[in-house]
């Protein structure tokens, strides 16, 4: 089973900043990863899909990178909206594994 | 609009089952791989199964297999998860997810407590 490592497990920011959150694999899983939103008491959103490709509807403002072993998602100037878990995930042997998930909370 | 709205959840004795379904609207369900995922309170996101478009491929995590049962009715744009043997920590909401590689939709989610 391929695991997912999410850093840092908080990130505290202020509006209007860029925040940085990574995701690592255990072994390669080339550009599949995806990134979810979740807000409380809420169902996680697809935000981007294939490491870099923002799915429908999804703000330009955020941006993912990587390939292999290491991803990065970016906000590049986080709205209040943006406050949130933000979850990664991969497929791999028709199973899905999912990383701990990044805190992003207003500081 | 894509729809996914789940139900049966509820609070079950360990060693109980439950049936849970997902009704789907909004797209065209034949075509679509689905998931069901689960999220313990206060935790994070976990893969249960999934269900190819015909119905003809099963995968269940390891947590699972051979206490849930994954199904779908077509006809009826539903997707269905059994839970039988049901343990304190299959707690969780679950979501019912379209997508192959990744969850596309989800849904509200539903509440299964297995307490005694």
């Known amino acids: 089973e391929i695991v997912l490592t999410q850093s840092p497990a908080t990130l505290s920011l202020s509006p209007g900043e860029r925040a940085t959150l990574s995701c690592r694999a255990s072994?390669?899983?080339?550009?599949?990863l995806a990134w979810y939103q979740q807000k409380p008491g809420q169902a996680p959103r697809l935000l981007i899909y294939d490491a870099s490709n923002r799915a429908t509807g999804i703000p330009a403002r955020f941006s993912g990178s990587g390939s292999g072993t290491d991803f990065t998602l970016t906000i590049s100037s986080l709205e209040p909206e943006d406050f949130a878990v933000y979850y990664c995930?991969?497929?791999?042997?028709?199973?899905?594994?999912f990383g701990q998930g990044t805190k992003v909370e207003i500081k | 609009e894509v729809q996914l709205v789940e139900s049966g959840g509820g609070l079950v004795q360990p060693g109980g089952s439950l049936r849970l379904s997902c009704a789907a609207s909004g797209f065209t369900f034949s075509s679509y791989e689905m998931n069901w995922v689960r999220q313990a309170p206060g935790k994070g996101l976990e893969w249960v199964s999934y269900?190819?478009?015909?119905?003809?491929?099963?995968y269940y995590a390891d947590s699972v297999k051979g206490r849930f049962t994954i199904s779908r009715d077509n006809a009826k744009n539903s997707l269905y998860l059994q839970m039988n043997s049901l343990r304190a920590e299959d707690t969780a909401v679950y979501y019912c997810?379209?997508?192959?590689?990744?969850?596309?939709?989800w849904g509200q989610g539903t509440l299964v407590t297995v307490s005694s």
């Open positions: 995930q991969q497929r791999s042997n028709w199973q899905w594994t």
């Open positions: 269900i190819s478009s015909s119905g003809s491929t099963i």
């Open positions: 072994q390669s899983v080339s550009s599949y």
């Open positions: 997810a379209t997508g192959g590689e990744m969850a596309t939709n």
